[in-house]
Every structure is written in structure tokens, then in C-alpha cells.
């Protein structure tokens, strides 16, 4: 695979000439995804009985999904359109299961220790994008195809992630505007790495 360097090289020459379409993309999917946060609890909530963590279940996987899709159409040169980042709630049930599943798999890890629930979200890392390339995938079978494409990448991609992190820190100073900016590069370049490793992946 290549280097992340080089993915994020990568990434920067996809977006050239699409920041138009992927800021208000990004502005899209942060305002939903942000919506349960305004009823009293933090983005991402876990599952329970309030209205807050109600919204987060019925919205975050399938706006995850959606955004995935408009990512990787734009990390692959393809055409692309606003409207993709609601097209995950045309498989809602499938981006609902996929979301419970890795909420449930992450939380039972990081029930044993935090370094164990990071492992876990990392190797579930690439699960949106499997439903995406493969729609005949469940949410299950999408999580247990991740994980086993994980092995021997996980590092690479903490590695990866870890990259951005100045640039998350600046986003402090815009008062959350950069991320703007930065959301759609991060996950650009995380599309590049899945890209290189669905491509090196056997099933044997």
C-alpha cells in the first residue's frame, strides 16, 4: 500500500476543484449528525429511552452511510451530488443495524478497557464502505469482512488518523468552522486506504 503521506496527496488532488460540493456536504451531514446534541446530550449518544438518543439512532447510520457514499463517488473521480449524503435512508434498516452492531461490539470492548474499544472501532473502521460496495452484504456480515480486512492495517490507519490531528486542533481556534474543511480531507484520505486495501484484500 501506499504510504499516508502519499494517500493524503491523494486525497488533496481528488478534492481540487470539489470543495465546493464537499463543504456543503460536510456542512450537511455535521448539522444532522448534530441534531441530537441539541435535545441534551453529546453527538453520538448511546441508545436509550431519551428523545436525544432516540434522533441519534434513527439518524447517525444512515447519514454515515450517505456521506461515505458521496466520499468515496469523489475519491473516485465520479460524478457527484449534494443529494447522495441523504442516500443511506434508502437502506435504513441495513445503516441502522450496521450502527448498533459496531455501537454494541465497541461498547462490550471498551467495557473490558478503553485501548480494546479503539482496536474494535478501528477494525470496524471500513464496514460503511463494504455496504456501499457490496449491497448484498447485511450489517453483520459487513462488520466480520472489515475486521478480517483489518488484520495487519490497523496500525497504518491509527497512523493515518493521527495525521490530521493538528489540523482538528486548528479547527479549535475557527470555532469548528475548519472542520468544514478538514471532514471531508480526513475522510478523502480515508477512502484512498480503503480503496488500497480492497484492492490487496483476499479472500483466501
Same mark, same amino acid.
Given at each position: ?26 456542512? %450537511? ?23 436525544? *438518543?432516540?434522533? $441519534?439512532?434513527?439518524?447517525? =447510520? ?5 456521506? /461515505? ?5 469523489? *475519491? ?5 451530488? %449534494? ?41 470496524? *473502521?471500513?464496514?460503511? #464502505? ?9 450489517? #453483520? ?10 488484520? =495487519? #492495517?490497523?496500525?497504518? /490507519? ?29 475522510? $478523502?484520505?480515508?477512502?484512498?486506504? /480503503? ?10
Amino acid at each position: 500500500m501506499n504510504t499516508n503521506k502519499v494517500l493524503m496527496e491523494q486525497a488533496r488532488a481528488s478534492l481540487r476543484g470539489k470543495w465546493g460540493k464537499a463543504v456543503p456536504a460536510a456542512l %450537511i451531514y455535521l448539522l444532522v449528525a448534530s441534531l441530537p446534541s441539541l435535545t441534551g446530550l453529546p453527538l453520538y449518544a448511546s441508545p436509550g429511552s431519551s428523545l436525544s *438518543s432516540l434522533v $441519534t439512532l434513527l439518524l447517525a =447510520g444512515p447519514m454515515a452511510l450517505g456521506f /461515505y457514499s458521496f466520499i468515496l463517488a469523489l *475519491s473516485r473521480e465520479q460524478p457527484v451530488i %449534494i443529494d447522495l449524503v441523504f442516500s443511506g435512508f434508502k437502506r435504513f434498516g441495513t445503516a441502522l443495524a450496521a450502527y448498533l452492531l459496531m455501537f454494541i461490539f465497541v461498547l462490550l470492548w471498551t467495557l473490558l478497557l478503553i485501548v480494546p474499544g479503539i482496536i474494535a472501532a478501528i477494525a470496524y *473502521s471500513q464496514t460503511y #464502505y463494504l455496504l456501499i460496495d457490496e449491497p448484498e452484504l447485511d450489517a #453483520y456480515d459487513a462488520l466480520c469482512k472489515s475486521k478480517k480486512m483489518m488484520r =495487519g #492495517y490497523k496500525w497504518k /490507519y491509527c497512523c493515518l488518523q493521527l495525521r490530521f490531528l493538528g489540523w482538528v486542533l486548528l479547527c479549535v481556534l475557527t470555532l469548528g468552522i475548519g472542520l468544514l474543511w478538514v471532514v471531508p480531507y480526513v475522510q $478523502t484520505a480515508t477512502a484512498k486506504f /480503503y480503496e488500497e486495501l480492497r484492492a490487496s484484500y483476499s479472500e483466501v
